[in-house]
């Protein structure tokens, strides 16, 4: 007959290695539980921009570069480095509050997207993207799926000028379309009278960048600065031959005291350009202005006239952008108007530039 003690023994052996096992199940579950919360802590939509803000506010402050940051998150603009774009990030938001704010309504790459503040001004976008796997239990986690600028540039420019943004050269990377009539000529090309041949540019696009760009066109030993005339869209025109462009602000200036003049007669610049918007087409209107109105001012003077901008579009259709102090003194009293205006000139058959365009800005 078997013993007590040789029962026990029996069976202690298989319970034994039971708890064992059962033990090593718990603790393998807690440390799949463990390290499967800790994964999607730090895969937390918040948590991911509190570490990125506080990454780039560091490395701002200490290195006076975003590079790092960028490197591993940034979006690629062709032709521009990390080391670059990481210096001018870098400036946007060195010394000031680095924040985020989610962005409603985001319809572009990515899950969610935030904005990046400095000081409350919205500098950069992070946009997030949800792995592929959940996490533990079906929960989500998401990555940085990229970095970029606020900042989108199209460039407009005659087909044969060599483009540059700051010192990198435009290529066909950048090119996104050709053919196309400058932005600012649209109006005028639409119009159902126009006689003047209007131009058809290449266009190049940049997107996500942390500034905005000098832009010039070179053309030989020529060059032409760009001319933004939008926010986002900068037009470079061919490289201006110094004696036309002589004569055609001389042309400009004296069309300018003809406008003028007819300005003055209680009308204000509002006035002209309800005029210009509202009544004849545009070519007889235009026509009709270049002579010297009646006028019931007793003096009027020009003061702090500046060209700013000139855009060649073609050797026979040139823009000029003039800002000028108009001072007229009648019935008793000094009023100056701050006037801000583009002309578009075009040389026509009698070899004469005539305006055929004006925009009051």
Known sequence: ????????????????????????????????????????????????????????????REEGTCVDVLVKYGKEIPGLSAQENGVLFAHLIRDKEVTYQKISGWSGSGDIAYHILADGEAVAVATLSAEEQGGILGLALYRVDSLFGMRDLTVMAAPKVQVYAGDLLLTGEHLTDRGKVPEDLQDLAEYPENEVEIPQYNVYTLEGLFWVPPIKGVDGSRSAEGVYVAPDCAVVGLPPDTALMKEVEERAVTITHRYSHYMSDDLGWSGLRGYLVDTAPVYDRLRTLEVNWYTLHDSNRFENMEILDRIMYTDHLISLRMTYDYIIVGQGKVTTYDTDLTYYLALESDGKWRVVEMIVN
């Open 1 to 60: 007959m078997m013993s007590n003690k040789g029962i026990f023994g029996r069976f202690r052996r298989p319970y034994g290695i039971f708890v064992l096992v059962l033990l090593l199940m718990i603790i393998a579950f807690w440390l799949y539980l463990w390290t499967g919360l800790a994964a999607y802590e730090s895969g937390i939509p918040k948590n991911l921009m509190d570490h990125l803000v506080r990454s780039l506010d560091e490395e701002a």
